[in-house]
């Protein structure tokens, strides 16, 4: 089953399948960096499930 990686550091997220990347995106986390506290607006580390995609069928770049 492919999986999502996350780098905080490299602001990057890679798309892992068969133990092999396959792409790899620049992204944007929190300035305020990694961490769990609720509310602290910190990019949350762990392991997660993606159970939702927004936008799907919108134009390309508009969410």
Do not use: W
Request: proline share 8%.
């Amino acid at each position: 089953m492919p999986r999502i990686e996350i780098s905080i550091p490299e602001q990057s997220l890679a798309l892992i399948d068969n133990g092999r990347e396959v792409r790899r995106y620049v992204v944007s986390t929190s300035r305020n960096g990694p961490g769990e506290r609720q509310g602290s607006f910190c990019t949350p580390r762990g392991e997660h499930t993606v159970r939702a995609k927004i936008g799907a069928g919108q134009p390309l770049n508009t969410v």
